[in-house]
Each structure stands twice: as C-alpha cells, then as structure tokens.
C-alpha cells in the first residue's frame, strides 16, 4: 500500500458536487475521503481504508417491473433478488444497467451514494448493515467515501430495513 492510500484526503469537497449539496441540504457533516485509486469495488473500498468488507455500503440499483430501485447491501453480501422481488410485490427483478444507474441517481456505477440522488426512488436496507456502529458508502465517485452511523444511513437514505441477503448454505 502506497502513502498516498493510507493518508487519504479528507475534504467535504472531494465528494461528487451533488452529493456535497445533498451533504449540505441535510446539514451533515461527514469525513470525506478521497483516495487516489478507485474504491470503485467493495474489496477495493475496504482494503483503502482498512475495514472490514462487511462495513462497506453497496448502494445498488435494481428494476422491479421497470421501476428503478436502489438497495442498500454490506460489501461482503450479495443481493438474493427473488427476497427483492417478494419484498416489493413485485413481478420482475433485474439488477439496472449503467444507463438507468445514472439516469436514476446522476452517479456512475461505483461511485453510487445511499442518497443525494437525481431521482427519488424506494430504497431498501437489508438488516445485515446494523451489526456495525459505522459502515462506509460511496460519496458520488469511485475515489470517495464517507463514514456513518448505519441506521442514520438508513434513515437519511429513506430507507425501509428487510432482509434481502443471499443465504448462505
């Protein structure tokens, strides 16, 4: 690991500007860190700034009947999409192409926040995020994240907590 990854930058000003406003908006003040690779993966973002893949936020866009959907995962997790689809009544699920990702939350796949989104979507949490007292998420690009509380998270993110996590055997 190169010095530049272990001291990131930590300035409110490095996250994606609609996502600094949407920081702004919500009063919140948050450690920003820009590193100089991508942490555009879960194992990326971890291994960056040191935590646990669990600790990790993936913010994740799904369609369900054509209607965009944003789930919020752990990185150590994967999304079981039939729970998805139970969970929201729905008769299709599919993981959103880049196209509907960005068209949706003005992010590009990687850099994905849980919120400060173009478009106000349903988000779902899956409980698995609550077990630690601080997760980190993507705040607007693949080189920046921001720590938080996972049920304030959850909460800023409008999010309603279910369980949508593959299980394991």
Request: net charge negative; hydrophobic share 45%; glycine share 8%.
């Given at each position: 690991?190169?010095?530049?990854?272990?001291?990131?930058?930590?300035?409110?000003?490095?996250?994606?500007?609609?996502?600094?406003?949407?920081?702004?908006?919500?009063?919140?003040?948050?450690?920003?860190?820009?590193?100089?690779?991508?942490?555009?993966?879960?194992?990326?973002?971890?291994a960056?700034?040191?935590?646990?893949?669990?600790?990790?936020?993936?913010?994740?866009?799904?369609?369900?009947?054509?209607?965009?959907?944003?789930?919020?995962?752990?990185?150590?997790?994967?999304?079981?999409?039939?729970?998805?689809?139970?969970?929201?009544g729905?008769?299709?699920?599919?993981?959103?192409?880049?196209?509907?990702?960005?068209?949706t939350?003005?992010?590009?796949?990687?850099?994905?926040?849980?919120f400060?989104?173009?478009?106000?979507?349903?988000?779902?949490?899956?409980r698995?995020?609550?077990?630690?007292?601080?997760?980190?998420?993507?705040?607007?690009?693949?080189?920046?994240?921001?720590?938080?509380?996972?049920?304030?998270?959850?909460?800023?993110?409008?999010?309603?907590?279910?369980?949508?996590?593959?299980?394991?055997?």
């Open positions: 690991m190169s010095t530049s990854e272990t001291t990131p930058a930590t300035n409110p000003s490095d996250a994606h500007p609609r996502f600094a406003e949407a920081l702004r908006e919500l009063g919140l003040d948050v450690e920003v860190r820009r590193f100089p690779d991508a942490t555009r993966t879960a194992v990326e973002a971890a960056a700034i040191g935590c646990e893949l669990s600790q990790i936020v993936k913010s994740l866009i799904f369609e369900a009947d054509g209607v965009p959907v944003l789930v919020l995962m752990d990185g150590s997790s994967r999304v079981d999409v039939e729970r998805v689809r139970a969970e929201l729905a008769g299709k699920v599919k993981r959103a192409g880049a196209d509907l990702v960005r068209e939350t003005g992010y590009a796949i990687g850099g994905v926040p849980p400060g989104h173009r478009t106000r979507t349903r988000v779902l949490a899956d698995g995020l609550l077990v630690h007292t601080t997760v980190w998420a993507a705040a607007g690009t693949p080189h920046t994240v921001f720590p938080l509380a996972p049920a304030r998270l959850v909460e800023l993110a409008g999010g309603t907590l279910v369980d949508v996590r593959e299980q394991t055997a």
